[in-house]
């Protein structure tokens, strides 16, 4: 009988109630509790057990904790300069991506840039003392902060301490490391190398109305790497005033110099041609001007080339400021703004077309639109805000949105 009875054990502190019975196991049946030795235990109620509870005899149930939140690791040191390197990378490549899937680029100017980025890695990864065969200028110099104009940090070294021969050495790395603007430096030398009939200014008005990746560059770096970012690597990839284009020319021409003095690399002259036509045409001027203007090129002995170490520079150093500067010149004198008449020499003389100004004002002047234009927001100030209409407040709170509010988790919740 006794194979078929189902013994369990007292709990601790729990023993049978008959006087001096030391079982130590118990079975119930028929409602009653008794000892292995067959002695009932008094007070002893069985209740009825729910489906659910059944066989939970000996379950441990603990105590919810609450969910503590995940604390990002922030790196530093060499980790955050690889981690800095890599976001940096991944905005460049997704800057090439749009320029060829959406713009219908050439395939190649992604395997140009990314040989471009990978000698300015050589740089980075092996400083001067370290490496031979790279040139003996000083090309990396370009790389310091004073590249970004007047809107830059202060000297990273003015915050080390000066007796530590690796902290000086180390801010002197970071300073040398790319900045934002120099993803599109990188991209316009890509179209320079190929010969596309691409400016300065189109890269400049991409990165204004946010058709490129450039003013929230830092949003298309996943969160998870982001978030590993020390401060002044994320800052670094923040802009802190709208794209100027005097910094875009002066970050091209520095990065042209860099390729020059580092790899003896000479970039090839503007296409002209093309270029030329493609400024007469948003212009709106005669195509009769074509011919003076290659004709003052030849007279100026202009290559519109950005210089190297061995050609002499011959005034600005930027060679679409020249172009552009050449064709105002020549329609200046071909069609001058004053009302005095002139006689031509011969018919193929351009000035035999004659250009109302007045009419072109009227021609070229864009429309009035209600709300903003696109690239317009990024302009707006704080005295312009009392001026604007009601459309354009949602086109520019539209802008805000979609521009700056990220997906960072908030400090505390409401």
């Known amino acids: 009988m006794s194979s078929h009875i189902e013994y369990q054990r007292f709990r601790r502190g729990e023993s049978c109630t008959e006087e001096g019975c030391r079982a130590r196991k118990f079975y119930i049946e028929d409602g009653k509790k008794f000892c292995q030795r067959g002695h009932e235990q008094a007070g002893f109620t069985q209740t009825q057990q729910d489906e659910d509870d059944w066989n939970t005899q000996g379950k441990k149930s603990r105590k919810k904790r609450e969910e503590r939140q995940r604390v990002e690791t922030i790196l530093s040191g060499g980790e955050a300069k690889e981690l800095y390197l890599q976001c940096y990378q991944l905005i460049l490549r997704k800057q090439c991506h749009w320029l060829v899937t959406t713009l219908g680029l050439p395939e190649e100017l992604q395997i140009i840039v990314r040989d471009l980025w990978e000698l300015r890695l050589r740089i980075l990864h092996f400083p001067r003392d370290e490496r031979s065969g790279y040139g003996s200028g000083t090309g990396t110099m370009l790389f310091s902060s004073a590249s970004e104009g007047n809107n830059t940090d202060i ?18 790395m970071e300073e040398k490391l790319p900045k934002l603007i120099e993803t599109l430096a990188l991209c316009y030398l890509g179209t320079l190398l190929l010969k596309l009939p691409v400016s300065v200014g189109d890269f400049h008005k991409w990165a204004v109305q946010d058709r490129i990746v450039y003013n929230r560059a830092i949003k298309e770096v996943p969160k998870e790497m982001r978030s590993k970012l020390p401060a002044h690597f994320h800052a670094a990839l923040e802009i802190r005033a709208p794209l100027d284009g005097a910094k875009l020319h002066s970050s091209i021409a520095q990065l042209a110099e860099f390729y020059n003095l580092e790899f003896d690399m000479e970039l090839p002259r503007l296409n002209v041609t093309l270029l030329v036509f493609r400024y007469m045409k948003e212009l709106c001027l005669p195509v009769e001007l074509y011919p003076a203007i290659r004709r003052l090129e030849s007279l100026l002995q202009m290559d519109f080339a950005y210089p190297t170490a061995k050609t002499a520079r011959k005034g600005t150093g930027h060679p679409e400021v020249q172009l552009v500067s050449l064709i105002a010149i020549a329609t200046k004198l071909a069609y001058p703004f004053d009302k005095v008449n002139r006689t031509p020499d011969s018919y193929f003389d351009p000035s035999t ?3 109302d100004w007045s009419q072109w004002l009227k021609t070229t002047a864009q429309e009035k639109l209600r709300g903003l234009a696109r690239g317009e927001a990024i302009q707006v100030t704080d005295t312009d805000v ?23 988790d908030p400090k505390s919740k409401y």
């Open 353 to 355: 077309v004659k250009l």
């Open 386 to 408: 009392w001026d604007l209409n009601t459309k354009k407040m949602d086109d520019y709170l539209d802008w805000y949105q979609n521009t700056w509010i990220d997906d960072r």
């Open 155 to 172: 000297d990273g070294m003015t915050h080390r301490s000066t007796g530590s021969r690796m902290s000086r050495k180390s801010a002197v």
